[in-house]
C-alpha cells in the first residue's frame, strides 16, 4: 500500500522527522487558503498522486510540471487552479498518467544541497537498509547504474535496530559535518523509528535537502507499507486511497483474491501463487502473453471465482481464459459449479480452456462436460497452455 505525500507530512509530524510545515487541498480556493495560512513568500504546490517524477512531469492539457515554487499565495492557487482535475503523466505513470484532485501547498525552502536518503526491506541480506546518496532529486535507479560509487548502502540488523555510529556513518558518507551531520543523524533515527512502528516496506526521502539557513528537511516522500502488517495499523489503512490503485486489484482484493494486472491478452485464473506464476510462465514459453496474475487462493467459493470472472472480463485485453486449478485442498466438482455460473452469468464468448487435476476431478470433468457451455478441456499444464494459445491466435 502507498500513500499520499500530504499523509507522509502527517506520519513525519508525528514522529519527529524534520520537513516544511503543508496543507492539502482540494480545490484553488482552498489551495489559497491554505497558502495564506503557511504565508509568502516562497510556497511550493505540488500534485498529489502516488508517482514520482511530478516534477517534470507534464499534465496532458500541456501545463508544465506537477511541482512549483511559487512567491505569494495568489500565484499559490493559480496554479493549484491549473493542475487540479487535471491528468499528470510523469516517468512513472505511464502514459495514461494519473488525475490529480488534491494538491500539496507547503513553505518552500531554499537549498543548498539535495540528498536522496531510504530505509528499505532488503530481501537478499535478510536486513533493512539504509541507501544514501550525495545524489539527490534524480533518479536514484539511474544514480546506481551510472555512478554507483556515489551510493552509500549501510544494513540495519533487524534484532539490534539501527545504530547512532550507523547514522553518523551515513551522514560522514554524505560529506555532512557539525550541525548538519548531528541534524541528519537527529532524522534519520527518527525516521527508522516511523520505518519501524508503521510496518513500513520502504520509506523514501527524495531529495532530503539542506536549506541556506543550515536545516536539514524531508523535502519529499514515498512510503511502502507490509500488506501482511496493515491489520495492526488502522492510522495507514485509513490513509488508503482506492482512487489511486487499479479498480481491478481493488475489486479483487474485496474478494480476498489476488490479481496483478498484465499486459498481455490470455487470463489466467489459478489456485496457488506457485502454480499462478508457472501457469503465466508456461503461457509465455508457448508463444501467448498473460493478461494478469490472479489468484484465488487455496479455498476459492463459487461467489470468488464469478468475482474473479467478472475482474478477468473487466479487461478489454483479453480475448481468452485459461483456467488452471490443482485440487488439493479444493474438491474440483465445486470449481467447475463455479466456473459454470460464472461463465453463465457474465455470458462467456472468448475462449476457456480447463485444466483441472486432483481432488474429485472425474466428477468435476464431467460436470464440465454435461454444462452445454463451449469449454475445453486440457489434460495437463502444457497441453491447457497449447490449447489456450491457439484457441486466441485463431479467433
Ligand atoms: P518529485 O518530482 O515527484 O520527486 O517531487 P519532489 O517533491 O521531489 O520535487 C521535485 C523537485 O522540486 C525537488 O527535487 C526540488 O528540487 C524541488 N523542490 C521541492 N520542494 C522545494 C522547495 O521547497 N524549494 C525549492 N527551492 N525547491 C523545491
Ligand atoms: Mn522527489
Not at 58 to 70: A, I, P
Request: net charge negative; aromatic share 6%; charged share 20%.
Amino acid at each position: 500500500m502507498n500513500i499520499h505525500e500530504y499523509q507522509a507530512k502527517q506520519l513525519f509530524e508525528k514522529f519527529g522527522v524534520a520537513s516544511p510545515k503543508g496543507i492539502v487541498a482540494s480545490t484553488a480556493e482552498e489551495a489559497g487558503k491554505a497558502a495564506r495560512e503557511i504565508g509568502g513568500p516562497g510556497l511550493v504546490v505540488k500534485a498529489q498522486v502516488h508517482a514520482g517524477g511530478r516534477g517534470k512531469g507534464t499534465f496532458k492539457n500541456g501545463f508544465k510540471g506537477g511541482v512549483h515554487v511559487v512567491d505569494t499565495p495568489e500565484q499559490a492557487e493559480e496554479i493549484a487552479g491549473q493542475m487540479l482535475g487535471q491528468t499528470l503523466v510523469t516517468h512513472q505513470t505511464g502514459p495514461e498518467g494519473k488525475l490529480v484532485s488534491k494538491v500539496l501547498i507547503a513553505k518552500a525552502v531554499d537549498i543548498t544541497k539535495e540528498y536522496y536518503f531510504a530505509i528499505l526491506f532488503d530481501r537478499v541480506s535478510s536486513n533493512h537498509a539504509i541507501i544514501a546518496s550525495t545524489e539527490g532529486g534524480m533518479n536514484i535507479e539511474e544514480v546506481a547504474e551510472k555512478t554507483p560509487e556515489k551510493i552509500t548502502k549501510e544494513f540495519i540488523n533487524p534484532a539490534l535496530g539501527l545504530q547512532p555510529y550507523q547514522c553518523r556513518k551515513v551522514a560522514a558518507s554524505l560529506g555532512l559535518q557539525g550541525p548538519l551531520a548531528n541534524q541528519a543523524v537527529k532524522l534519520f533515527s527518527a525516521l527508522w523509528n516511523l520505518y519501524l512502528k508503521a510496518d513500513c516496506s520502504l520509506v523514501e526521502i527524495n531529495p532530503l535537502a539542506i536549506t541556506t539557513d543550515g536545516q536539514v528537511v524531508a523535502l519529499d516522500a514515498k512510503f511502502n507499507f507490509d500488506d501482511n502488517a496493515l491489520y495492526r495499523q488502522k492510522d495507514v489503512t485509513a490513509m488508503r486511497d482506492t482512487t489511486e490503485e487499479d479498480p481491478r486489484e481493488v475489486a479483487a482484493s474485496e474478494f480476498g483474491l489476488n490479481y496483478i494486472g498484465l499486459d498481455g491478452n490470455i487470463a489466467c485464473l489459478v489456485n496457488g501463487a506457485g502454480l499462478a506464476m508457472s501457469t503465466m510462465d508456461i503461457i509465455k514459453f508457448h508463444g501467448g502473453e498473460p493478461a494478469n496474475f490472479l489468484d484465488v487462493g487455496g479455498g476459492a467459493t463459487k461467489e470468488q471465482v464469478t468475482a474473479a470472472f467478472k475482474i478477468i472480463l473487466g479487461d478489454p485485453k483479453v480475448e481468452g481464459i485459461l483456467v488452471n486449478i490443482f485440487g488439493g485442498i479444493m474438491d474440483c466438482d465445486i470449481i467447475a459449479n463455479g466456473i459454470i455460473a460464472a461463465a453463465k452469468e457474465v455470458s462467456l464468448t472468448i475462449p476457456l480452456v480447463v485444466r483441472l487435476e486432483g481432488n474429485n476431478v472425474e466428477a468435476g470433468k464431467a460436470t464440465l462436460a454435461a454444462s452445454g457451455l463451449k469449454i475445453t478441456s486440457a489434460s495437463d499444464l502444457t497441453d491447457a497452455a497449447q490449447k489456450i494459445v491457439a484457441a486466441v491466435k485463431a479467433a
